[in-house]
């Protein structure tokens, strides 16, 4: 594949590089892909405590099978006001604070180019954070090689790194302008992490004021949600409803359609 032989240039040129390492499939591929192409890597994630459970966990992983060094920075995100807020601006002030951190620290290892997982697929409308990459200087290998999600998924395969659904950090499961507190937090992770032991595909818990809870999943399993939702009410919440039509993409700015 050209794209793929152009990843490899692309990533040489930048070397010695630090992947900001998510835990999600597309910076697990990165990592492994530099691994593979002997290419001087290490991976950086950072605990902010919006992160879905199961997220850290598969970097620190991935990066001892692939045998490449892994820094974990803890980063507390509810201490910066515009995202304990939950501003207009949470995303961008969010990525903006976690990729200085990982710069920081990329820099401190001799690391001379921090690159991410975004790909060609992705877009600024719907991911603010994208702004902040721009101003750090971070690079994007698999947007500057024109790869999408059906390229990194391919790649995955051949590389034996698994596909995980699409994943956002906790905060989008609140609505803008609704504080963004621990409790809350827990109350999303809990009922996501028993949802996804019980339901296929992408699924969304969003937590509105008072606690109550709107169910994003596939609808072809909407039966078996509704047998569960006496048991995600008991986590803590007040209410449990299903949203109409499953799955929406678009984090926080989802509630607005």
């Known amino acids: 594949m050209a794209r793929v032989c152009g ?11 630090a992947v900001a390492l998510s835990g999600g ?40 099978r692939l045998g490449v060094p892994h820094v974990v920075i803890p980063l507390d995100m509810l201490e910066i006001p515009a995202v304990r807020e939950n501003r207009p601006d949470r995303c961008y002030v969010c990525k903006r604070a976690m990729m200085e951190a990982v710069a920081r620290e990329a820099e ?4 001379r180019t921090v690159v991410d997982g975004t790909h060609a697929d992705d877009r600024a409308e719907t991911r603010p954070g994208m702004r902040a990459l721009r101003e750090l200087g971070i690079r994007s290998p698999f947007a500057e090689c024109g790869m999408g999600k059906e ?8 590389l034996g790194v698994p596909v995980r659904p699409p994943s956002a950090c906790l905060a989008t499961r609140i609505p803008t302008g609704e504080p963004v507190t621990r409790e809350c937090l827990a109350l999303v992770a809990a009922a996501e992490a028993f949802l996804a032991q019980e339901i296929p595909g992408t699924i969304r818990v969003r937590c509105t004021g008072g ?10 399993h909407r039966r078996r949600l509704e047998e569960l939702l006496g048991a995600v009410k008991e986590l803590g919440f007040e209410d449990v409803a299903i949203a109409p039509g499953g799955y929406r993409e678009g984090g926080a700015d989802s509630w607005k359609r």
């Open 7 to 17: 990843l490899d240039t692309l990533l040489k040129s930048y070397e010695p590089i």
């Open 25 to 64: 499939t597309d910076s697990s591929v990165l990592l492994a892909f530099a691994r593979l192409h002997g290419i001087r890597a290490i991976g950086i994630s950072v605990d902010t405590g919006l992160t879905p459970p199961g997220e850290l966990a598969a970097a620190q992983k991935l990066s001892e």
């Open 108 to 111: 401190q290892r001799g690391c």
């Open 151 to 158: 390229d990194i998924e391919a790649l995955a395969g051949e």
């Open 211 to 220: 606690h109550r809870a709107s169910i994003e999943a596939d609808p072809a």
